[in-house]
């Protein structure tokens, strides 16, 4: 039985349902008709030519001016195409100056050469008479004869207006078929102006239609000895920067200048009319620009008729996104249809290239391909490739079938496909992602294997089957999905019967979340965040990074809100699911179930004043039926009057706190309905002075900004209220500036103190980047703080520790420090502690060094790095070392090999996932074919998780 697959790239769902869909774009048919319409203009130098709204020809112009009169002119109105391979962008031509009186000329030709034929350009629907020479007599009754006497059918001539201007009325009365005749030879006749040049009459029913354009034909100017080069290897590869890594990181530009307007300009050595044919011939170095696409040809010939077009030699074509180049092409323009042959291309807007045999296009979606290959390695450099006999591209499905597939590194083919499909656009398909593989001591072979269904434009999900060796297969699913004013995600994982898990114990484990965000109408948002797993055990077993097996608590979230114009509602219902044994039932938090809050804030009032309020309304409920629970409403409306200058700021504010309670459960002797009100009273001031220097050479500008923040709250015993939600607040800096020492509503710290702080920054003068910042202060106590949280004694101290922050960022380094630190506890005087200095030069390299303090908690040091050691190899790894329980977090090193167009990646791994238990040891390997797909758990998500900085596709 044959094995089908389907390779998968791209599987976000789309961000807008009401985002329109790209307009589909023909390849090459686009252009070939655009250059039909200036085809039957190029009959004589000097000439202008176009239909009238009857059917008929008019020309206004004159004689051919000799060779020797027109090529100062010409110089000037060539595009300056001068070698292709040289790429040297065309500049906007010039208007051809009127031409000279006609000489007598024979009209017996019927073919003529032109050589620097120019069609005076003129903006859509201008009259012809703007462009018309003086002293043209000729009447559209002789032009309506000459036409006639040459041959032409009138059906001809209605093809021939519906498709493009014509050529000038030839005659044949003495030439054969296929002779040149010299241009003066030719006899041309005019009229006294015609008001619809450059516009095509509305085709009749079951006639072809084709839109026209200006255009405008040129001979190249090339300097003395220069020859025409044709477009080769090289040319398809001129201004591409094949050095940097797939994907690129910007699409390469064009090569060439599009024309300033919508004309369609045609360069070219000569144009042949070759009437008993009905065939028009353009030849050597043939270039055509329209908009901003190119086609180049060595000789371009188009049959009317037909409606039929075959370029030859060196045939070359460019837009953005895609470069070809093709030996022979044929094009059935009526049909939309062509054949290529021997095609090269390169899709310059992320690096890739490849060659086809053949390549048909059977319709303006559908293209077939023969005998092609495709790699994003740069040219010379097969390291991978993928081969087909035959491939289909469909534009209006987005799809890509390939049959007979083959994968190819290094010369050597290790997969072959018989079938396989894949997108082509920013459209997502059904199919397989490349399976992860990974091998654990905890779980032994690790293999996942993806399934991906492209469900709607909006909605998407991924099924995955995930074998491991030690406990049997998981299975899990993703579905996403998108709306106008709302998104979300599920996810799912079930494992039966774990062979891993003891008899005792429920062996099916399994995990679910929800994640959900929206914006139903305006002003109004709402979030969901739902979590739970199994068992306390599953993320440790099957969670493969330190943030996810460090998770002591799952949230469950769900929240809705509103925010008016100086106002903000919310409701919320949050619980937790905990998820660490080492956290006894009593210390678990408190769900609250519901919570309302209200906000409200009106500055720049009467008198410079600012109104403010924040009120609260929660339930709080326990696991623990009993530990006291029930209902808090708390109110604070408050009044300031910010002062500001630039030279420093004052800001005076008064406050008044109400909390009232309704309790179940509460103590013997305790109120069951208890209140507090307390008022409070911050003043905030502050200097800012500045000083010009210089800092290592370079002009800066220095700040010095102290400050001053004093806080006073009247004591009020507090023990008989609750604490649902109170906690010390960390202390840091910014924590200095707080009116409340203590985290929720339960305790309200007194205060009569004094925070003294100064900061100082070093700015660049020039770009106003901030290069240091320094900051320290203290906190002074005027009394001693009764009010505490659980049993922590009064605290007598008459200042706080020292806290200190420096930032700084100069070049590729950056340094961040906190610090607290007691001058009153001796040895022991560091409390607090981190530190982080990075380096990153946003290419390649990237170094971390932490430590992190607290004493008698944590004491951690991180280390982490991607650093290369040759061109293409580099190394990667991560430390982190608990120095409290003198124990290795997470360790990880590995190497790497990059070619640009393909990467290896080899890592090992030990995680611990809890103090005490045995480390799990696994090997992690990634193998990357950049453009198509890889397999591996060491990706980069793998590396963005655990190295500060890294990111993908640097």
Request: aromatic share 10%.
């Amino acid at each position: 039985m044959p094995f089908y697959a389907t390779l998968v790239g791209v599987r976000q769902p789309t961000q807008n349902l009401e985002t329109p869909v790209p307009e589909k774009r023909r390849i090459l048919p686009h252009v070939v008709s655009g250059l039909l319409l200036s085809m039957t203009q190029s009959s004589a130098a000097g000439w202008d030519c176009h239909s009238a709204p009857d059917g008929k020809w008019i020309c206004n112009g004159a004689a051919t001016p000799n060779r020797e009169a027109v090529e100062p002119h010409r110089q000037v109105q060539s595009p300056q195409y001068q070698n292709r391979a040289q790429a040297h962008p065309p500049q906007p031509d010039e208007q051809y100056p009127a031409p000279t009186p006609p000489t007598a000329a024979s009209e017996t030709a019927n073919r003529q050469e032109t050589t620097g034929f120019v069609a005076p350009v003129t903006e859509a629907g201008r009259g012809a008479d703007a462009t018309k020479p003086e002293g043209s007599n000729a009447t559209a009754a002789a032009v309506e004869t000459a036409i006639k006497q040459s041959g032409q059918t009138e059906e001809a001539d209605r093809a021939a207006v519906t498709t493009a201007p014509a050529p000038s009325p030839m005659a044949e009365t003495g030439s054969t078929a296929g002779e040149q005749v010299p241009a003066e030879s030719i006899t041309s006749t005019a009229t006294a102006g015609s008001t619809d040049r450059g516009r095509a009459r509305q085709p009749a029913t079951g006639e072809r239609s084709h839109s026209t354009a200006p255009i405008a034909i040129t001979r190249p100017t090339r300097t003395e000895g220069e020859t025409a080069t044709t477009a080769t290897a090289v040319d398809i590869d001129r201004g591409l920067d094949w050095n940097q890594c797939f994907p690129w990181s910007t699409p390469a530009p064009l090569s060439f200048s599009p024309p300033p307007t919508t004309e369609l300009l045609i360069d070219a050595d000569s144009s042949v009319m070759e009437q008993t044919l009905d065939q028009i011939s353009i030849e050597g170095n043939v270039a055509v620009r329209q908009a901003d696409s190119l086609l180049e040809a060595d000789t371009v010939h188009y049959q009317r008729a037909a409606e039929t077009l075959n370029a030859e030699g060196s045939i070359y074509y460019e837009r953005p996104g895609l470069r070809l180049t093709a030996a022979q092409a044929h094009f059935d323009l009526a049909m939309e249809q062509g054949e290529l042959q021997q095609v090269s291309y390169r899709l310059t807007d992320s690096g890739g290239r490849g060659e086809a045999e053949l390549a048909v296009i059977e319709s303006r979606d559908l293209t077939h391909l023969k005998q092609i290959d495709y790699t994003t390695c740069k040219p010379g450099d097969n390291g991978w490739l993928l081969q087909a006999e035959e491939l289909d591209i469909d534009k209006a499905t987005g799809v890509g079938t390939a049959r007979h597939a083959k994968l190819h590194f290094k010369g050597v083919p290790f997969l072959y496909l018989p079938y396989a499909s894949f997108p082509i656009d920013d459209r997502r398909k059904s199919g397989f992602l490349f399976p992860r593989i990974g091998e654990s001591e905890r779980n032994g072979l690790d293999i996942a294997v993806p399934y991906y269904f492209n469900i709607a434009p909006n909605m998407d999900a991924t099924l995955t089957a995930r074998t491991l060796s030690k406990r049997g297969v998981l299975l899990g699913g993703e579905f996403n999905y998108l709306q106008e004013r709302h998104d979300g995600r599920v996810r799912a994982e079930f494992l039966p019967n774990d062979h891993e898990v003891r008899d005792d114990v429920n062996q099916n484990r399994g995990a679910f979340s929800y994640q959900a965000s929206g914006r139903p109408a305006a002003g109004w948002r709402f979030d969901a965040d739902v979590n739970y797993v199994s068992d306390n055990d599953y993320l440790d077993d099957l969670g493969d990074s330190l943030a996810v097996t460090s998770a002591r608590h799952l949230e469950r979230l769900g929240q809705l809100s509103y925010t008016g114009s100086d106002w903000s509602i919310l409701g919320k219902a949050q619980y937790y699911q905990t998820i660490d044994d080492s956290i006894s039932i009593n210390d678990k938090p408190y769900s609250r179930i519901p919570q309302l809050l209200f906000d409200f804030n009106r500055p720049r009032q009467a008198y410079g004043l600012t109104y403010q309020l924040q009120s609260e309304y929660v339930y709080f409920i326990h696991t623990d039926n009993d530990r006291v629970y029930g209902q808090r409403f708390d109110i604070q409306p408050s009044l300031s009057l910010p002062l500001t200058r630039e030279w420093g700021f004052l800001t005076p504010k008064v406050s008044l706190k109400y909390t009232k309670y309704a309790l179940e459960n509460q103590a013997a002797g305790n109120d069951e309905a208890p209140d507090r009100l307390l008022p409070s009273f911050s003043l905030d001031t502050g200097l800012f002075f500045e000083r010009t220097g210089n800092w290592f050479s370079e002009a800066i500008v220095q700040t010095l900004e102290p400050r001053l923040f004093y806080l006073y709250t009247p004591y009020e015993e507090q023990s008989d209220l609750p604490e649902f939600d109170s906690s010390d607040v960390t202390f840091s800096f910014a924590s200095l500036f707080r009116e409340n020492r203590f985290s929720g509503n339960d305790r309200v710290g007194d205060a009569n103190q004094l925070t003294a702080a100064l900061t100082t920054r070093i700015l660049s003068d020039s770009s106003g980047a901030e290069l240091l910042s320094a900051s320290i202060g203290q906190t002074y106590y005027f009394l001693d703080r009764k009010v505490q949280t659980g049993s922590n004694p009064t605290d007598n101290g008459n200042h706080s520790s020292l806290a200190a922050e420096l930032s700084s960022r100069i070049g590729h380094w950056s340094l961040n420090a906190a610090l607290q630190w007691d001058p009153d506890k001796g040895s022991k005087n560091t409390e607090k502690g981190a530190f982080t200095l990075r380096y990153d030069d946003h290419d390649e390299r990237i170094f971390n060094a932490g430590y992190n303090f607290t004493r008698g908690i944590v004491e951690q040091t991180d280390l982490s790095a991607l650093w290369p050691i040759g061109d293409r190899w580099g190394l990667v790894g991560r430390w982190t070392y608990s120095h409290h329980f003198d124990e290795t977090v997470l360790a990880f090193a590995g190497i790497e090999y990059d070619d640009c167009c393909w990467r290896v990646r080899l890592i090992g791994q030990q995680l611990l996932t809890d103090i005490g238990a045995k480390p799990d040891n696994s090997i992690l390997l990634q193998f990357q074919l950049k453009g198509l797909g890889g397999w591996g758990r060491a990706d980069n998500e793998f590396l963005e998780s655990n190295i500060a900085g890294y990111r993908a596709n640097r």
